[in-house]
């Protein structure tokens, strides 16, 4: 029963991170209602040094999935305790990257389940795991049994609404959180929230004040470093995702500062330095994330550093270990299906295509489009890519990369003013998206810029 410990883990499993928002869902009961007033606009953001000396001397996440797992060998009747250990399993997971725990807390959390049925921490605790492997449907259906025996449950209303923010039910979702932050003013967890369906619909200046509204609400909170990192690393990606690339790399040098090991933060330190040019130090910043974590995508952007360099026999290296993970990843955890499709429509479009497609059957939300479109178009499929472009601008916006990708498959088709268009703001919003797509964009516009004179 006891989750494998950081050390154990394989290389195979795991990820740099498992989803920008999974997090979140170990956020869900920490402190959710602890206070009930807005942050001020002019607040400042709190100090990392002061969230370090906090966490001095607090038990790490693996050891209070030990000390659970004690209780529930003591006391193995307890619902409670095996619900504590499913959480405590599920919050390691996001700490380490380890997709097996995913499994693990389900299997915690639905023995907690058979033991009583109408437990909530119970149900909750096995609607989290499942949506941490991406069974979002199966997740809203535990979820929904919490709801039809408290209607006003805090946890599952959140639970439920982030359930069909994943599943494309943008009306649901959107009305739920504005409820929630109607109800609870100012709590950081819904801020955060608040924040991604901004950066979901194109208003990342918005995605911003938020994020930076939600972290000034969690510098008030007695959060762990891990959780309390999460907040800075959510701002600090959405500040790179609009161009802000040196005040990005300040937000992450804080939650790195909070929390070393955070996952997501290691990663987008690669990101800014790569937006910043800095080539040299970001090359060395991924060659020692894929020495302690092999994943596809990292191998891809180390070889797109490679490539830049005039490194090319190293690039095809990293091309080939990324291509025998991604094989390996998408037949093992189908929850990795989002995070390969971007590296594979690169490398190999006929099996991005069938991972998007195989994505598409569980959930129908805005990413799932625009990668299915991008993953065709380099299959030589553009016409089938295009059905897909209303589904993917349905929020009215996205990211660069949404941009870019809805203006390359515009391009292919003929749509050469809205292609215009869209390439256009994806380059305004983040010139330096990608280090080797933000320049094909350029170059695509130029071409479709020509043609029009």
């Known amino acids: 029963m006891a989750p494998k410990s950081a050390t154990s883990t394989s290389t195979l499993g795991r990820k740099v991170p498992v989803a920008l928002f999974a997090a979140a869902l170990a956020i869900l009961g920490q402190g959710l209602i602890a206070r009930g007033s807005s942050p001020d606009d002019g607040s400042a953001l709190p100090d990392p040094n002061d969230i370090v000396l906090l966490n001095v001397g607090r038990m790490d996440t693996a050891a209070v999935s030990e000390l659970w797992e004690g209780r529930v ?43 009583d049925p109408a437990n909530d921490a119970a149900t909750l605790a096995l609607a989290s795991s499942l949506s941490g492997q991406h069974e979002f449907s199966a997740a809203l259906r535990q979820v929904e049994g919490v709801l039809a025996r408290q209607p006003s449950s805090v946890g599952a209303r959140i639970a439920a609404a982030d359930a069909h923010l994943e599943l494309g039910d943008y009306d649901t979702a959107i009305a739920a959180y504005d ?59 959405y500040q790179y995702r609009s161009g802000q690339y040196d005040e990005a790399a300040d937000t992450i040098d804080a939650a790195l500062l909070i929390e070393p090991g955070h996952l997501g933060s290691i ?28 994943a596809a995508d990292l191998h891809g952007e180390l070889a ?57 059957e569980i959930r129908s939300d805005v990413e799932t ?49 809205n292609a215009r268009a869209h390439l256009s703001a994806a380059l305004e919003l983040s010139p330096e998206f990608d280090l080797v797509h933000a320049p094909r964009a350029r170059q695509l516009l130029a071409d479709l810029s020509t043609d029009a004179t």
Request: no cysteine; aromatic share 8%.
């Open 73 to 115: 060998r003591d006391v193995p009747g307890s619902v409670q305790n095996r619900a504590n250990l499913a959480f405590s399993t599920l919050a390691l997971a996001g700490e380490t990257g380890d997709l097996d725990l995913y499994s693990q807390a389900e299997e915690i959390a639905r023995a907690a389940v058979e033991l």
């Open 179 to 237: 409820e929630l932050a109607e109800e609870f003013p100012g709590i950081a967890s819904i801020l955060s929230r608040q924040a991604r369906v901004a950066a979901l619909s194109g208003s990342l200046d918005e995605a911003v004040e938020l994020a930076r509204q939600a972290l000034i609400s969690a510098g008030e909170e007695d959060l762990g470093a891990s959780a309390a990192a999460f907040y800075w690393f959510q701002l600090g990606t």
């Open 267 to 294: 990663e987008l330190q690669g990101q800014v330095l790569v937006a910043q040019g800095r080539y040299d130090e970001a090359i060395g910043w991924y060659e020692a994330l894929v020495a302690d974590a092999s």
């Open 304 to 360: 797109k550093l490679y490539a830049h360099v005039g490194r090319d026999t190293d690039a095809a290296h990293q091309i080939e270990l990324g291509l025998d993970v991604a094989r390996a990843q998408a037949e093992k955890y189908p929850a990795e299906r989002r995070h390969l499709i971007g590296f594979l429509a690169d490398h190999d479009p006929a099996f991005a295509v069938r991972l998007a497609r195989q994505d598409l």
């Open 369 to 417: 489009h625009a990668w299915l479109a991008w993953s065709l178009l380099q299959a030589g499929q553009a016409d089938e890519a295009a059905t897909h472009l209303d589904e993917a601008m349905r929020l009215g916006g996205g990211d660069a990369w949404l941009l870019y990708q809805v203006g390359s498959v515009e391009a292919a088709v003929g749509d050469s003013a």
